[in-house]
């Protein structure tokens, strides 16, 4: 091999080398992006989670209280508390996440004032939308008549569902904060307020139904003492 065919091969090499180390370092860096990414969106979602399992468990600790009252009032509740997820909760919980992309919108494109107002036009819907709601609660137990269930386990998921109903606009405007607060990235302050609420539902529930006697009335009332709790923390941090 002549001088110029040794040097273009060396020179080759060279460049070969150089790409192995290019794509390396990009790799790395990719990977790197990704593990960042990673752990923003946990951070985002991860105290969102949370909150969520908070929110929930305020029924899973209502329920077993509940359950130390007798069979047919876990029965009733059970039912009312079925029937309350598919005709209110769901209902003003899917309305409230239409804030999610209006106050997104507003909050990316820096219309910040918007948000607010957002806000405030979505608790008036859905404290308007409360009212077929609670008169649809009041009926539960001939609801559950018509539908021929047990006389006796109706006639108790109809005084839990009429106990029930005034927690129903606090549900509505928590989950107007929940998205005004999210879409701003305050996740942290949702959690620990929200953590809050939930102790604080443990003890106004255990209190209502044992110590005052309320039994499966009081569990149900405690649902407006924690969603109003949450409420109002919400908006301490808003």
Same mark, same amino acid.
């Given at each position: ?19 192995? /180390? ?25 105290? #969102?989670? *949370? ?7 305020? !029924?899973?600790?209502? %329920? @077993?209280?509940?359950?130390? #009252?007798?069979? /047919?009032?876990? +029965?009733?509740?059970? @039912? =009312? ?13 899917? @309305?409230?996440?239409? /804030? ?13 004032? @918007? /948000?607010?107002?957002?806000? !405030? ?7 308007? %939308? ?5 008169? *649809?609660? =009041?009926?539960?137990? !001939? ?13 108790? =998921? ?10 129903? %606009?606090?549900?509505?405007?928590? !989950?107007?904060?929940?998205?005004? *607060? ?7 302050? *949702? ?24 039994? %499966?009335?009081? =569990?149900?009332? +405690? ?16």
């Amino acid at each position: 091999m002549d001088e110029n065919g040794g040097r273009k091969l060396d020179d080759l090499e060279s460049y070969l080398v150089s790409e192995s /180390l290019k794509m390396r370092l990009n790799g790395d860096q990719k990977w790197e992006e990704v593990i960042r990414e990673i752990k923003k969106q946990m951070g985002l979602a991860g105290p #969102l989670v *949370l909150v969520s399992f908070l929110q929930y468990s305020l !029924q899973l600790i209502s %329920i @077993m209280f509940i359950g130390h #009252l007798g069979e /047919l009032q876990l +029965s009733g509740a059970s @039912m =009312a508390l079925s029937f309350a997820g598919v005709t209110g909760f769901s209902l003003l919980l899917g @309305m409230g996440s239409a /804030l999610e992309t209006l106050c997104g919108q507003s909050y990316g494109g820096k219309q910040y004032e @918007m /948000l607010g107002i957002h806000m !405030q036009r979505a608790m008036v819907v859905l404290s308007l %939308i409360c009212i077929p709601i609670a008169v *649809l609660w =009041a009926s539960i137990e !001939q609801i559950l008549t018509f539908l021929k269930q047990d006389p006796l386990i109706s006639e108790q =998921a109809g005084i839990y569902g009429k106990w029930l109903i005034p927690s129903i %606009i606090p549900y509505g405007l928590l !989950q107007c904060q929940l998205r005004f *607060l999210q879409t701003q990235h305050l996740t942290s302050p *949702l959690l620990i307020s929200t953590a809050a609420s939930s102790f604080i539902h443990l003890l106004v529930c255990w209190v209502l139904v044992f110590e005052f006697g309320l039994g %499966i009335k009081g =569990a149900a009332f +405690s649902y407006l003492l924690g969603f109003g709790c949450s409420f109002f923390s919400h908006g301490l941090v808003s």
